[in-house]
């Protein structure tokens, strides 16, 4: 198979010829195409190859849909990244939008005095109509200290505050702090629609999820030889509260962790899961699609 995209199965994608290189920090191969479109619900396309122009934006899209990828959320995590977020949408149809402060950055923003502006501007840019997310926001206790969780959770709660009031779905980032992030959400009360993007928790995360109906976004971590709590987790995660995701350019999916991610290679993900899950892939496709607009609404 090839197209316009110069997209060939086995080969890196013509979109991102120009940035490998033979240090073997190159793009992976081009998976064979999903039997099922379906939605990358977490990506930094302010990170991918061209991110300055429309064309680069472009170019990364049609890599993925030529794989069975047919759209994407781009997430900001700062003000520069989710200013940019907002000005794709606007050139890119294929992409919804999800915009927020960092969790490792709002300790830093905190100590400058910049934190609730920088919230304030958050809140704006979410008003615009293709941003159907806030986040990724949420705790990280693995890169900030003790000194920074007060000022972590500050900003985790504001987050949450303008996800219920504007209607919009929360990406989280939880890394080292489940039990804090499950404690924060149930005494703020959590959005209609929260998604731990890059689910990082166990059997007995995925359990409280079920129970609160929470959303868990699986990426290539899933795939990694050390993840046996991920699978765990993705073997008793309700099917209904499934989604996948890349984080591009991180968390390349095995065998080829280490090198970028991005949108197109959403198919090895998938596939893994099903495999997991002794699931047809075409029917997890399908359950994935629908999760993914339950949770964001359409594309269209």
């Given at each position: 198979?090839?197209?316009?995209?110069?997209?060939?199965?086995?080969?890196?994608?013509?979109?991102?010829?120009?940035?490998?290189?033979?240090?073997?920090?190159?793009?992976?191969?081009?998976?064979?195409?999903?039997?099922?479109?379906?939605?990358?619900?977490?990506?930094?396309?302010?990170?991918?190859?061209?991110?300055?122009?429309?064309?680069?934006?472009?170019?990364?899209?049609?890599?993925?849909?030529?794989?069975?990828?047919?759209?994407?959320?781009?997430?900001?995590?700062?003000?520069?990244?989710?200013?940019?977020?907002?000005?794709?949408?606007?050139?890119?149809?294929?992409?919804?939008?999800?915009?927020?402060?960092?969790?490792?950055?709002?300790?830093?923003?905190?100590?400058?005095?910049?934190?609730?502006?920088?919230?304030?501007?958050?809140?704006?840019?979410?008003?615009?109509?293709?941003?159907?997310?806030?986040?990724?926001?949420?705790?990280?206790?693995?890169?900030?200290?003790?000194?920074?969780?007060?000022?972590?959770?500050?900003?985790?709660?504001?987050?949450?505050?303008?996800?219920?009031?504007?209607?919009?779905?929360?990406?989280?980032?939880?890394?080292?702090?489940?039990?804090?992030?499950?404690?924060?959400?149930?005494?703020?009360?959590?959005?209609?629609?929260?998604?731990?993007?890059?689910f990082s928790g166990d059997?007995?995360?995925?359990?409280?999820?079920?129970?609160?109906?929470?959303?868990?976004?699986?990426?290539?971590?899933?795939?990694?030889?050390?993840?046996?709590?991920?699978?765990?987790?993705?073997?008793?995660?309700?099917?209904?509260?499934?989604?996948?995701?890349?984080?591009?350019?991180?968390?390349?999916?095995?065998?080829?962790?280490?090198?970028?991610?991005?949108?197109?290679?959403?198919?090895?993900?998938?596939?893994f899961m099903a495999a997991?899950?002794?699931?047809?892939?075409?029917?997890?496709?399908?359950?994935?699609?629908?999760?993914?607009?339950?949770?964001?609404?359409?594309?269209?």
């Amino acid at each position: 198979m090839c197209n316009d995209s110069g997209y060939v199965p086995g080969e890196i994608p013509a979109a991102y010829l120009d940035f490998a290189s033979d240090t073997g920090k190159s793009y992976p191969p081009a998976p064979e195409p999903l039997p099922v479109p379906v939605i990358d619900n977490h990506t930094h396309l302010d990170f991918a190859p061209g991110k300055a122009g429309t064309a680069g934006v472009r170019a990364a899209m049609d890599a993925a849909g030529a794989a069975g990828v047919r759209a994407a959320v781009q997430v900001g995590t700062d003000l520069e990244s989710s200013r940019f977020t907002v000005r794709v949408l606007d050139e890119e149809p294929r992409l919804l939008g999800a915009v927020a402060i960092h969790p490792n950055d709002a300790p830093v923003l905190a100590a400058e005095g910049t934190l609730d502006a920088a919230l304030e501007e958050i809140e704006t840019l979410a008003g615009h109509p293709r941003v159907r997310g806030i986040g990724e926001t949420g705790l990280d206790y693995f890169r900030t200290g003790a000194d920074g969780v007060e000022r972590q959770q500050y900003s985790f709660r504001r987050h949450i505050d303008i996800a219920k009031r504007l209607g919009l779905a929360l990406q989280i980032h939880d890394r080292d702090a489940h039990e804090g992030v499950v404690r924060v959400l149930l005494e703020e009360g959590a959005p209609e629609n929260v998604v731990f993007h890059c689910f990082s928790g166990d059997a007995e995360l995925a359990r409280i999820c079920n129970e609160h109906g929470w959303n868990m976004s699986f990426a290539g971590t899933v795939t990694f030889k050390n993840a046996g709590n991920l699978r765990e987790a993705l073997a008793v995660a309700d099917r209904r509260l499934l989604l996948v995701e890349t984080d591009s350019p991180f968390l390349t999916p095995h065998p080829f962790r280490g090198r970028p991610n991005a949108s197109y290679m959403v198919p090895y993900t998938v596939r893994f899961m099903a495999a997991e899950l002794g699931a047809d892939v075409a029917e997890l496709g399908t359950e994935l699609v629908e999760n993914t607009v339950r949770v964001y609404g359409s594309w269209d």
